[in-house]
């Protein structure tokens, strides 16, 4: 099946401010149909994917997520992700996921309890999930990160369940993709970046590829999760398994 | 002249009846506190000495109104659990107070 244009839902939430950018993504360089979503609807305009996008969320008040969770159109976003529509939550959209619980684990203040603003490694570790078929296993990205609790924690047993099911699609790594302690920007547990739920449909990561994805900012390396998206929903190719896609470090 | 037109119309405010929850919502002992950790350096540039560690948290009053107890308890316990503690790194605790 072929849809002609897919149709990309962004969330907005009092307080989001990477909305724009990730509508921008959709329209203009993608060439898709684009959608805002206010916090408040009880539709999600028959979009195709969801995006939760950056910023923060009604101040950030209590917890980086936690209001936003409680907000109409997030009830629907729950809805969506448990039939299988794909969500992606980018910076405060994966604090809201974890909130929200379609995401285990929390993301903590950064360890160095500064906002980190700059551009990082990114290792892709499963290239198999409908967020990644453009890229390869292994492959290092370069990406921006911007914020102030992107410190991914999750209790050990936890972490060993997403690892073993290929959950881990991005770490922080070096230029080379060795992922080590000085590649970690934020503190973030097994340096991890970017998670998907078991079923493989929702994926949260604090990274920004919204804002590597126009020639113009000088990074594109984030447009191909775009490009990956539309591949995956225009052909409803379904990977057998993404936990074949894992990418395992070479000792 | 205020007090007799209340009276007129039947209302006497109901004065005192209210219940007062008091909310502690702490890290959990195994998630790094990165903010007590500065907090607890601060401590020691202020030169107060055998500070050995400083864990930070948040502190919420919740009021209900009535007497209910019981009722208010349960509440409190609810609002804690599923939106004031994330569970995954919080703890919390409360006390419930009727000030009758």
Redesign the interface.
Known sequence: MKNATVRFGVVVFPGSNCDHDAYQVCKKILGQDAVFLWHKEHSLQAADVVILPGGFSYGDY??CG?IAR?SPVMQEVAAFAADGGLVIGICNGFQIL??AGLL???L??????RFVCRHVHLRVDNAFTPFTGEYAPGEVLTIPIAHGDGNY???ERTLRELEANGQVVFRYCDATGAVTPEANPN?SLANVAGIVNAEGNVLGMMPHPERASDPLLGYTDGRRLFDSILDHVMSRVVPTSFAEGTFVQQK | MMKSALVIHGWIPERGAMIHSRIHVTLRP???D??GK?VSHAIGTLGIAGVSTVRMGKYVEVTFEGNDVAAARAATEEICRK??A?P??EDYRFEVENEG
Do not use: T
């Open positions: 209590l917890r936690a409680f974890v909130e285990p684990g929390v903590l203040r950064n360890d160095s309890l924690f999750v209790d503190g | 195994s998630i790094l990165p903010q500065a939106l004031l994330n995954v790194m």
